[in-house]
């Protein structure tokens, strides 16, 4: 009896990551870039919100941190060989679930993208026909011209209107509207399947991950 309950213990990890990490005293972690979330500068260890983020992890489990730059598939492919411990990148759920052998954490981080206004603009909420900065990095351009807006590349005296994050616009003195264009859920990943890494994971996540807009709003002003 007492093995048949061992069996059905939870969490468990088949494949031992969490242990294997406590035991070899490092855990392997695969970043692809996408700033603010994770940006390499060409050398040295990477910078970011969720690469802060998962040094103080690997602070809390005593362990060291092997860092491996990948593309983001690459990154999650890495985690089904069993090669990647943890990949991070701004990561959106929708991105994570449906790659074979990754699995998502809780969403830590809902990210709103809108348009904001300048404070002077009259009718703020209506785009119509209206010019709206749309920066390049940002897939927003369909989406602005299906709301009746007109993309431009350029932040100018002409034009009231920029669309992007809300945490942003809102360092840059921007109102928001009621033009809401994409809604992004921000998670890691881990290998599908190891309940108690994924477990630990969610644990820190949710104890640390309460106050990011204010360090988003923060590293851009």
């Given at each position: 009896m007492l093995i048949a309950c061992d069996d059905i213990r939870f969490p468990r990890d088949p494949e031992k990551t969490l242990e294997t990490v406590l035991a070899d005293g490092e855990m392997t972690v695969a970043?692809?870039?996408?700033?603010?979330?994770?940006?390499?500068h060409g050398e040295g260890p990477p910078q970011g919100i969720e690469v802060d983020l998962v040094r103080a992890f690997a602070d809390e489990l005593g362990v060291v941190i092997d860092w491996k730059r990948l593309g983001a598939f690459s990154a999650l492919e890495g985690l089904e060989r069993g090669d990647i411990d943890l990949a991070i990148g701004g990561f959106d759920r929708k991105d994570v679930t449906p790659v074979a052998g990754a699995a998502p954490s809780?969403?830590?981080f809902k990210e709103v993208f809108d348009v904001g206004a300048r404070p002077a603009t009259v009718g703020s909420d209506d785009m119509a026909g209206r010019k709206v900065y749309v920066p390049q990095d940002l897939p927003l351009t369909k989406i602005v011209e299906n709301k009746g807006g007109i993309p431009v590349e350029a932040w100018s005296d002409a034009v009231d209107y920029a669309a992007g994050p809300r945490w942003l616009l809102e360092t840059k003195g921007l109102l928001p509207t009621d033009i809401e264009l994409?809604?992004?859920e921000h998670v890691m990943a881990v290998r599908q399947g190891e309940s108690a890494w994924l477990m630990?994971?969610?644990?820190?996540?949710?104890?640390?991950?309460?106050d990011i807009g204010a360090r988003l709003r923060e590293i851009m002003q």
């Open positions: 970043f692809a870039d996408n700033s603010p979330w994770v940006t390499f809780y969403v830590y994409h809604r992004a630990r994971l969610e644990r820190f996540l949710r104890r640390e991950t309460k």
